[in-house]
């Protein structure tokens, strides 16, 4: 399993995982899914529910990732397979990112 936490603003909104089988799951912390100022991540993943799984990555991270050269380039350099979208979204999404949202692994 592997995990990384979800950054919204700087601030850690939640959990995402990738199970031993290969599916994901996104979890909201209690202390932001209850907080009625703090908003969801994303429109495709609203509070209106705290834990969300899937047999593939969300969408939503999914179109954080590069693509084309760009991701040829970062596989190469970071030795990451360029199937491993769960690896490339944690080495890609942690510090510039294109909108509120980061991802940080979690190293356990």
Partial sequence: ??????????EVAGRLKQ???GSFVFRYYDDWFQAS?????SLTLPKTQQEYISEHL???FY???PEGSNKQTVCFENRIDTKDCFG???TTA???TIGAVQIMKINK
């Fill in 1 to 10: 399993m592997r995990q990384a936490e979800v950054l919204f603003k700087k």
């Fill in 37 to 41: 100022d703090k908003p969801a991540i």
């Fill in 63 to 65: 179109n954080m990732l």
């Fill in 19 to 21: 199970l031993d089988d």
């Fill in 58 to 60: 969300f969408a939503f």
């Fill in 88 to 90: 490339l979204l944690m």
């Fill in 94 to 96: 942690k510090h510039d």
